[in-house]
């Protein structure tokens, strides 16, 4: 059974930073595309970032890029969200997701994903 636990959320002043953690077990396929994703109180879930595990390629939403770096240490089987010069607007419950990469998830849709965690709260207060 896949599952994936994310760590790392709290409250941070605007412009700080935070670095989120997901450990993933029971993961056998033997490639894995990763994926953050957020959603805020009364908003649809939306992509944040995404990585491939087989050469690294990595895709950043628009409304991120610049500030965010996702990693992963396959050895740990552990992918990372560097949080910087966080805002306001990043507050939301922050989940990762895996899958096969098998359709399109550089495209930072959520239905492309499979494997769930079940989330990290990021508060900035305004």
């Known amino acids: 059974q896949v599952q994936l636990v994310e760590s790392g959320g709290g409250s941070v002043q605007a412009g700080g930073s935070l670095r989120l953690s997901c450990v993933v077990s029971g993961y056998t396929y033997s490639r894995v595309c990763m994926g953050w994703f957020r959603q805020a109180p009364g908003a649809e879930r939306e992509g944040v970032a995404a990585i491939f595990s087989g050469g690294g390629r990595k895709y950043y939403a628009d409304s991120v890029q610049g500030r965010f770096t996702i990693s992963l240490d396959n050895a740990k089987n552990t992918v990372y969200l560097q949080m910087n010069s966080l805002k306001p607007e990043d507050t939301a419950i922050y989940y990762c997701?895996?899958?096969?990469?098998?359709?399109?998830?550089?495209?930072?849709?959520?239905?492309?994903?499979?494997?769930w965690g079940q989330g990290t709260q990021v508060t900035v207060p305004s």
């Open positions: 997701a895996a899958d096969t990469c098998g359709g399109r998830w550089y495209e930072l849709k959520s239905i492309e994903y499979k494997y």
